[in-house]
């Protein structure tokens, strides 16, 4: 049963920083691509940060620069280091999960989720 939980969002201040993580289980970690999304009210869900099965990462242009996803394969855990963060980073951001080898944007082409991480921007 896979399972991703995210934690680590909350307040920070404009220009501030914060570290959301998610902790997988379930499935062999190294072997998935995974990546973070975002999704504020009244907006669509999307793709933030990915990381694929080999190392490979790539950003979103808002946050590029600011943002910079990891992944702890011994432990199993997931994480968007946000520096210099704005206002519009407030959102609900959550982890995502598939087996392909090259990870996409499209929301549909990942099979597990996470329940989400508030993080909010003043």
């Known amino acids: 049963h896979v399972q991703l939980v995210e934690s680590g969002g909350g307040s920070a201040q404009a220009g501030g920083s914060l570290r959301p993580s998610c902790a997988a289980s379930?499935?062999?970690?190294?072997?998935?691509?995974m990546a973070w999304f975002r999704q504020a009210p009244g907006k669509e869900r999307e793709g933030v940060a990915s990381?694929?099965?080999?190392?490979?990462?790539d950003y979103a242009g808002s946050v590029k620069g600011r943002f910079t996803i990891s992944k702890d394969n011994a432990n199993n855990t997931l994480y968007l280091q946000m520096n210099n963060l704005k206002p519009e980073d407030s959102a609900i951001y959550y982890c995502?999960?598939?087996?392909?080898?090259?990870?996409?944007?499209?929301?549909?082409?990942?099979?597990?989720w996470g329940q989400g991480t508030q993080v909010t921007v003043s």
């Open positions: 379930g499935y062999t970690y190294s072997n998935y691509c």
């Open positions: 990381i694929g099965r080999n190392g490979i990462t």
């Open positions: 995502a999960a598939d087996a392909r080898y090259w990870c996409l944007w499209a929301t549909s082409t990942y099979t597990y």
